[in-house]
Every structure is written in C-alpha cells, then in structure tokens.
C-alpha cells in the first residue's frame, strides 16, 4: 500500500476527492485561484507554500469551514457542498488544526467525543457515558503510543499530548481523508517523529492524508506527492520522487515558475 | 501484559490528580471560609448559632442562590446576564397582576414564568444569533424589564392573590420538614443543574463554548442553541425566585429584584464561577450565596452599621477574582 511507485496511475483509479477550479476570495483579496486537483485513498500529500499563499482557506473549504466562491468538490465521483464541519466529517474528512482546537476546561476523553458524546440510557433520560468514552480515548492514545491520560484536563498537558488528543480525535469516526494543518509546528523533535510514525500508520490502514508544513524534512519524510501553492494557484503537483527539495524551495519563492 | 505495580501506580496518579484537582476549585476553599465564619460567629454573637437565625439566613441566600446557579451557566458559557433582577421585577408583576384577576394559581406561575423565558428567549437571540455582546444586550434588557415592569403595574402594589392565594403564599413563604420552600427550591435546582453540568452532553457543551469556541464550533457542538439555553435558564430562575419571594413577601412591587443582579453575580463569581469562561458549579453557586448572606448577616450581629455591608461584599468579590488570578499564575 505505502510503496506505490507509480502516482500517474493510481490516478486511474476513481479518486476519493476532486477539486475543480476551486476559487475563493475575501473582498477583493483573491486567496485561492482555479485550484485543481485529486486525492486517492491511501495516498498521502504534503501541501506546501508560503504564508498567505491559500494553504489554510483550502483547508478550510475542504474542511466546510468556507464555501468556495467558485468551483466543484467531488468525493467519488459524486458532487458535495459543504457548508458547515459536520458536513465535511460525515462525508470522512476529518480535520487536526493548526491550534488544535481544543477546551482547556474539558478532560481529554472529552475533548476527543466533543460534539459526538457517547450517551446511554434511553429518551430524554440520555446521560454520558463517560467511563466507555475514558477506555475508548485510552485505547486511542495507546494506539497512538502516547502517555496522555483520558482523564486528565487539557489544560495541564504537553504540546505533545494536546496533538495526541486532537489526532485521536480524527480517528473516532471511519475517516478517509485526515487534513492535518501545521500538526509539527509547536512539538519537539522526538515528538515530530512520533506524528511521522502516526502518519505512516494511518496510510497503512488506507486513510488519506494531506500535509500542509512549513517544514520540508517532515513533507519529504512520509509524502507520496506534493502540491505547491503559490499566490493562490498550484504551481507543482508532482511525485515526490520526481522533486527535491531545491526545487520545492523554488517554487515556494517563485525562483522557479512551474514545475 | 499488565502487571499489578504499574496498576497501583496509575492509581495512586489519578487519586493525587483527583485530591490536586478537588483543592484547586474555588467552591471548596469558600466551603471553608464559610465554616470558619459560622464558628466565629458563634462565638462572637449569642444569637447567631440558633435555630431561628439559621433557617432566616437560609431563606434569604435561597432566593439569590436560585438565580446564581442560572447566572453560572450563562458566566461558564463567558456570558453575563445583568437583566436578572428587572426579569425577576417584571415576572413578579405579571404574576401578581394575573393573580390579583382572579386567575387560579397555575396561570399566575405560567404567566410569570413565561414573561421570564420572553425576556431570556430576546436575550439569547441576540446574543447567540446576532453575536452582539452578552454586556450590552442583557443591560439593554436589564433597563426594558424594569420599564416593562412598571408600565405593567402602573406603578400599583399587589397584595391580594385571588382565590388561591393561601396556597401561593404557603408556597413562597411555608416550609417542609424545617427547610423553607425556597431552600428546598434552590437545592432542587442546583441538583438537576449539578447533574445536566457533569452527565449530560449539553453540560459539556456549555462548558466548551466557554473554554473555546471556535473549537466547539468546529467539532460539531450546537454553539447557538446552547448559549441560547443558558440565557433561556438565566431568566427561568428568574422568574422561579420572582415568583417564590412574592408569595413569602404576600406583596409585590414594580421595585422587586432591584439590583439582585449584583449579588447574583456576586454569588456566582465568589462560588468559583470564572469571567473567563469553562470554570463554576452547582454547589459553587449555593455556596457562594450563603457565604454573602453569613457575611450580612454576621456583620449585622456585630453590630457592624448596616450602611457598610457593600463595601464588605464587594471587598469578598475581588478577593475571591484576586485569589483566582493569583492561582491561575502559579499553574502557569
């Protein structure tokens, strides 16, 4: 599964998400220009670019955070509007944000079910089922291989446990695709490895990921393929394989036009 | 494999994180506070430790405390309703009009709660649908109500119940088992509050919407429909203390509830209920209640002139902000 070589023709296949001519703009502010392009199952993606190059509003249309001003979303062939997150998450795409997007107040069991609690008893007598969702989160984080416990409040955690908290999350319902915003920017080096590994392992099981970092080793680590944005447009969709990252670093600037 | 020494260990981990985390809430300290003033006073004043005094101090915090626990919901949410004490005003009118009709008693209680819930319902949507600012719209209210109350009363004083009137006054104003209706009110309502806060998703989403909105929002939680229901609760409470008071007073003026707000914040804050969203309980807002009233009423004994029981509140509501802060910083 994770040893593909050949992107082209995995692209054969039906893909598990289309973007077509994918625009958005604020105002008079154009963010994200004509975007087009496909994830398959499995496959996973590093999104790269600048700072204000359209990396996070895509994310967020992808997420059903923004409607697009223009343009089509397709999941296997079928077309979608996503207009609020629980769209987009019943749809399999799931979403780590970039500040994770977690209640400090809240345990981490609870933060993981927030906005899909278990519950027991029957009618209007519906209460939560707290103990499953505390073993169900525990055996999440030790899939995960983390030390976060489920009881514990957000509030008190590491930079590390809070992303295991926020990954865990992702994997409650059968997602497909996981868009992972920035997941290694606040967590130390042996903790970046430890999402690296997580990464691999959701590929391993079939799940789609697309990367968006700033950092090139991390991209070039796991990524099958790799997108460049720049000023809103895709300026490289290629194979990893085929890139560097002299080259990635170019198109980022603008050094290089087009790859 | 899982070997009995890691088990013990993880156990002894959560029962210090269970101990740490039941120290560092608020309620509890104020517990203590209380219960140190109660023995001082005991000791100070012969007539604070009786019987009678006790179920007066009780009666008086009930009335406050049953809109402090609606107030903790609203403050979890990082809301604030200061349209508590008109709310109360107007549904204690509405209720006394109906009443002093002719109405039997259970029109009088369903138009006065009613009246409460219109004015948490124009408050919720407001705030929850039109994102307009907690402070202004509840102070908006807080002015109408009041207005509302007075155009609705004509100014008139009601004191004459109709024909249930002996049932509606034994209601606000009788007792079971020793325990005034009100108290019995108030720990009825701070149990169910308590219980939805800690075993219900809605609790947990109140509780979310405080801590991180944008967070509750992207998992899905029903951000507007539960700021709407802590303001709907706010005014509820309202309106079940309104309707109490009135029946124990006998009487009802377009004045009721005049400045409650404060002491129902009050009470809220010193039970540990925090500005900043995420952080009150149940028993915090009870407790904070009493602890104001003993206060008064400790201070009363002494025989502290009356005229400086604000500034004693007030100086107890900054401590209890300050102490939040300054433990806020050392976790840090």
Same mark, same amino acid.
């Given at each position: 599964m994770s040893t593909e070589t050949h992107q082209e023709d995995c692209? #054969?296949?039906?893909?598990?998400l289309e973007l077509r001519c994918i625009h958005k703009h604020f105002g008079a502010i154009q963010? @994200?220009?004509?975007v087009s392009f496909t994830i398959s199952p499995g496959e996973v993606i590093g999104l790269m670019g600048d700072n204000g190059a359209g990396k996070s509003t895509l994310v967020n249309i992808m997420a059903g955070n923004y409607p697009p001003s223009g343009g089509e979303i397709y999941m296997e062939g079928k077309r979608v509007h996503f207009s609020k997150p629980v769209h987009a998450r019943k749809n399999g795409i799931e979403v780590v944000y970039q500040d994770l *997007? $977690?209640?400090?107040? $809240?345990?981490a069991a609870h933060n993981v079910f927030l906005g899909q609690e278990l519950k027991k008893g029957f009618g209007p007598f519906r209460i939560l089922d707290s103990e499953t969702m505390y073993t169900v989160a525990g055996d999440l984080f030790r899939e995960l291989k983390s030390?976060? +416990?489920? +009881?514990?409040? @957000? +509030?008190?955690?590491?930079g590390g446990q809070r992303q295991a908290v926020a990954i865990a999350r992702t994997r #409650?319902?059968?997602?497909r695709l996981i868009l992972m915003d920035e997941?290694? *920017?606040?967590?130390s080096v042996r903790q970046v490895s430890e999402v690296m590994e997580l990464i691999k392992r959701l590929q391993h099981d079939g799940i789609a990921v697309l990367l968006i970092s700033h950092r090139m080793p991390d991209v070039f680590a796991v990524s099958e393929r790799i997108i460049v944005l720049r000023r809103g447009q895709i300026v490289a969709d290629k194979p990893i394989a085929c890139s560097s990252p002299e080259e990635v670093t170019g198109l980022i600037t603008g050094a290089i036009e087009r790859a | 494999m899982v070997d009995s020494a890691v088990i013990t260990e993880e156990v002894q981990k959560q029962g210090s994180t269970l101990l740490q985390r039941l120290l560092r809430r608020q309620a509890l300290w104020v517990t203590v506070a209380l219960i140190v003033i109660c023995i001082l006073m005991g000791f100070l004043s %012969?007539?604070? =430790? !009786?019987v009678e005094n006790f179920s007066n101090v009780t009666l008086n915090f009930s009335f406050i405390g049953i809109i402090a626990v609606g107030m903790t919901a609203v403050i979890i949410t990082r809301g604030i309703d200061l349209s508590v004490g008109s709310v109360m005003g107007l549904s204690g009118v509405v209720c006394g009009l109906v009443l002093a009709s002719g109405a039997p008693i259970e029109a009088g209680i369903a138009a006065g709660l009613l009246s409460a819930l219109a004015c948490g319902a124009v408050n919720g949507y407001l705030i =929850?649908?039109?994102?307009?600012?907690p402070f202004v719209v509840t102070l908006g209210m807080l002015s109408i109500a009041r207005s509302l109350a007075l155009v609705v009363s004509n100014n008139k004083m009601f004191y004459e119940f109709g024909p249930d009137e002996d049932i509606f006054v034994e209601m606000g104003g009788g007792s079971l088992l020793g325990v005034s209706n009100p108290t019995w009110a108030l720990l009825i309502l701070a149990l169910i509050f308590g219980f939805m806060l800690n075993f219900t998703a809605w609790g947990r989403h109140v509780i979310a919407v405080g801590s991180n909105e944008q967070a509750a929002r992207l998992t899905g939680v029903p951000v507007k429909a539960v700021k709407m229901s802590v303001y709907l609760l706010s005014s509820l409470t309202a309106g079940i203390s309104a309707i109490m008071i009135v029946g124990w007073m006998g009487a009802v003026t377009n =004045?009721?509830?005049? !400045?409650y707000e404060l002491r129902v914040i009050a009470s809220a804050v010193i039970g540990g209920a925090d500005l900043m969203g995420g952080v009150g309980s149940a028993f915090g807002a009870v407790i904070g209640a009493a602890l104001i009233e003993i206060i008064r009423n400790g201070l009363l004994m002494a025989g502290v %002139?009356?005229?400086w029981q604000g500034a004693f509140i007030g100086i107890f509501i900054i401590l209890a902000v300050l102490l939040e802060r300054i433990r806020h910083r050392r976790e840090e």
């Open positions: 692209a #054969l296949g039906e893909p598990f963010a @994200v220009k004509s *997007a $977690l209640c400090d107040h $809240l345990s030390e976060t +416990r489920p +009881r514990d409040l @957000v +509030r008190e955690m590491s #409650l319902n059968s997602a997941p290694t *920017a606040a967590i | %012969d007539s604070f =430790a !009786t =929850a649908f039109l994102n307009l600012s =004045a009721l509830g005049m !400045t %002139d009356p005229y």
